[in-house]
């Protein structure tokens, strides 16, 4: 039993691992599986990771980073796909895997579910609302084209606008179907956006996205997010013609209008030359009748009023003479009034006095003043002069001088203060006494005066 163990090569757990590896991967290559994907996980790195499921079983994918960014579809929980790609295994956790390299959806019943999220998605975010569509205009300058730049598609679209009304188109090829379509697409409508509004390259007034009939699958490009949202974004309006009248895609909604096939909208974006040249000849015919009437009433409504004017030359004439009356009455009246006017003059001249006259008799009132002013004055210096005298009497009689002059004196404290009693000279230390002829001071003890 032992020598039987020894005849089994002893491998290392990596070595073991590696070598599972090797075969699973040498026996499928290359495989296509089909199932519903669950738990759904992108990385920070940007790989993605999930698992592929049946009724019976479930098997662990890996999607790197730089396929999971070309693959056609969005991989999302419980979609049904079918992935392609290699068998190998995950060695640190002896785990069998898939590396996927394309991943489509499993029929068409899961594609409709995928897009009918997706419209509503979008449509709740407001980008299918009427409010935000634009009018198309009446006669572009230049019409934009995304399409395929082989194919009839183009050539019918050319041929129509050339038949309707001549205009300039600017064609940008894209594809339209397959890896890369959508991206294509998306970015020729932000590339007719950047376009410069003056210019010999200046942006298209109007944009027609469209390519003709195909699979369901073909016209998947147009169902694609990154699509519908540069249609939604678009500063220049848009027509969607995809597929057949029967066909709808996402960009149908988003779009400011539909053309049930690329030749419609060729239609909707021109409009017949013939029936342009009709309505401007109807125009014409209609501005030319208006023109007529209008005249017609003016003239009848100038009969009208020549007829209640009467003959200019009588009417000239009339008021020629009025003018002439008004001149003579204005001639007697201004007449009257200088006459009247003078005779003012005369009146007022005769009451005024002459300069000189004036002269002389205010030379007299201003002598007559001066002599009463003179006279007034000296009777008032005299009687001035007899009331000084009299008020200088009264003064000498009242003054205390003429009382010292009869023997009196006059007695005061060393203050200056007048002291009338006898009582209040004993209080005093000394007195000052005032004669006519001096001052005397007095020192006063008890009774005793002592000079």
């Not at 479930?58 to 929980?77: D, F, M, Q, S, Y």
């Not at 594809?175 to 410069?196: C, H, R, S, T, W």
């Amino acid at each position: 039993m032992s020598d039987a163990r020894s005849n089994i090569p002893e491998l290392s757990v990596s070595e073991l691992a590696f070598s599972l590896k090797r075969t699973l991967e040498d026996s499928y290559g290359r495989v296509r599986v089909r199932g519903e994907l669950s738990k759904v996980k992108i990385h920070s790195s940007g790989h993605l990771y999930s698992d592929l499921k049946d009724m019976d079983a479930k098997l662990n994918i890996v999607c790197w980073r730089g396929t999971l960014g070309r693959l056609a579809i969005k991989p999302e929980e419980g979609l049904e796909v079918i992935c392609t790609g290699k068998i190998t295994t995950y060695p640190a956790s002896s785990n069998y895997q898939m590396v996927v390299e394309h991943m489509e959806l499993a029929g068409v019943g899961a594609l409709l579910k995928q897009l009918e999220e997706r419209k509503k998605r979008l449509a709740a975010e407001g980008l299918f609302d009427e409010s935000r569509k634009r009018p198309i205009p009446y006669l572009p300058e230049i019409i934009g084209i995304i399409t395929s730049p082989t194919g009839a598609v183009i050539r019918d679209m050319l041929h129509r606008i050339e038949d309707r009304c001549p205009r300039r188109v600017l064609l940008w090829p894209v594809k339209v179907q397959g890896d890369g379509a959508a991206e294509e697409i998306a970015a020729a409508l932000v590339g007719f956006g950047n376009l410069p509004e003056t210019g010999s390259l200046r942006r298209p007034d109007v944009i027609i996205v469209a390519r003709g009939g195909g699979s369901f699958e073909d016209l998947m490009p147009f169902n694609e997010e990154i699509v519908v949202r540069a249609v939604a974004r678009s500063t220049i309006p848009v027509i969607s013609a995809v597929g057949h009248e029967t066909d709808t895609t996402l960009i149908d909604y988003a779009s400011d209008r539909r053309a049930p096939t690329p030749t419609a909208a060729a239609e909707f974006a021109v409009p017949e030359s013939l029936a342009l040249l009709g309505t401007l000849d109807d125009f014409g015919s209609r501005a030319l009748s208006a023109l007529r009437q209008s005249l017609v009433r003016a003239k009848d409504k100038t009969m009208q009023v020549a007829a209640r004017l009467g003959d200019p030359q009588r009417l000239l004439e009339l008021k020629t003479q009025q003018l002439d009356h008004a001149v003579l009455r204005l001639s007697g009246v201004l007449g009257q009034r200088t006459a009247r006017g003078r005779e003012m003059v005369l009146r007022l001249a005769g009451r005024l006095v002459s300069p000189q006259q004036r002269v002389l008799a205010l030379h007299k009132d201003i002598q007559y003043l001066d002599q009463r002013l003179g006279l007034g004055f000296a009777k008032a210096l005299e009687r001035w002069q007899q009331e000084l005298s009299a008020t200088t009497k009264l003064l000498d009689v009242l003054s205390f001088k003429a009382t010292l002059a009869r023997g009196f004196a006059l007695v005061r404290n060393k203050d200056g203060h007048v002291v009338a009693r006898a009582s209040e000279a004993r209080s005093e230390k000394a007195l000052t006494l005032t004669f006519q002829d001096g001052e005397l001071t007095s020192y006063v003890d008890g009774d005793v005066q002592i000079p």
